[in-house]
């Protein structure tokens, strides 16, 4: 089973930050975060990951808490093209390396 | 990162009959995983495929139904055995890179329409 909840959907205003919130509370003190996202049935996109601090690339920012219970990614100026289903991972296993998917969030950015 | 093709993109398929996919990535890889998507569904991990034995299959999922061969580090191959409707899905082919962080990449999957 997924070790991650997610809320189902969300909206976000073109040129808004959008926060995508993550409920993690099981998570184990080696496995890491990851953040992918799936655009229109294509394969999904891997977008960032984090074990403790924070984290930022080009794409996103990574806040997690530091009790690591839970995590909210942030895009910073949403655009039309990020209107995706967004999934919350936490890597199972330091061997296997299995990625188990929860249901994730559907955000829709608005004009 | 690492390149993931998979072939076919899509396919319409009579029941009873037999699909292999094929995934092939660009560099050697060691994990390699395969996934069913079931239309409006979140990603299900049907097997880990092993380089040089039998794949390791999730709850839910066996051998007979999803064949699995992982004859390298570049490549595998997935059959749905005795389709039915149901096994309308989209079937996506993962790599993981064994370092501590090692994010996943996916292919862009083969959707698969049963009739």
């Known amino acids: 089973d997924a070790k991650t909840t997610q809320p189902t959907s969300m909206d976000c205003a073109e040129g808004r930050a959008a926060n995508l919130p993550c409920n993690h509370s099981?998570?184990?003190?080696?496995?890491?975060v990851y953040w992918y996202r799936q655009i229109h049935s294509q394969g999904p996109q891997y977008i960032i990951h984090g074990l403790k601090n924070n984290e930022t690339n080009e794409m996103a920012s990574l806040i997690i808490t530091e009790d690591r219970k839970s995590s909210t990614l942030i895009l910073p100026h949403a655009t039309l093209r990020d209107t995706a289903v967004y999934y919350c991972?936490?890597?199972?296993?330091?061997?296997?390396?299995?990625?188990?998917f929860g249901t994730g969030t559907r955000l829709k950015v608005l004009a | 990162s690492a390149v993931i093709s998979q072939k076919p993109s899509r396919d319409i398929c009579q029941r009873g009959t037999s699909l292999t996919i094929q995934c092939q990535v660009d560099s050697q890889v060691t994990m390699m995983f395969w996934y069913r998507q079931q239309p409006g569904q979140s990603l299900t991990l049907i097997a880990t495929a092993n380089q040089g034995s039998e794949a390791t299959y999730e709850s839910g999922f066996v051998i007979d139904k999803f064949p699995i061969s992982r004859p390298n580090l570049t490549f595998s191959t997935l059959t749905v055995s005795n389709m039915s409707p149901e096994d309308s899905s989209i079937y996506l082919c993962s790599v993981v890179s064994r370092t501590p962080g090692g994010e996943a990449f996916f292919g862009q999957g083969t959707r698969l329409t049963v009739v």
């Open positions: 099981t998570i184990s003190g080696n496995e890491y």
């Open positions: 991972i936490v890597r199972i296993g330091s061997g296997t390396y299995k990625y188990i």
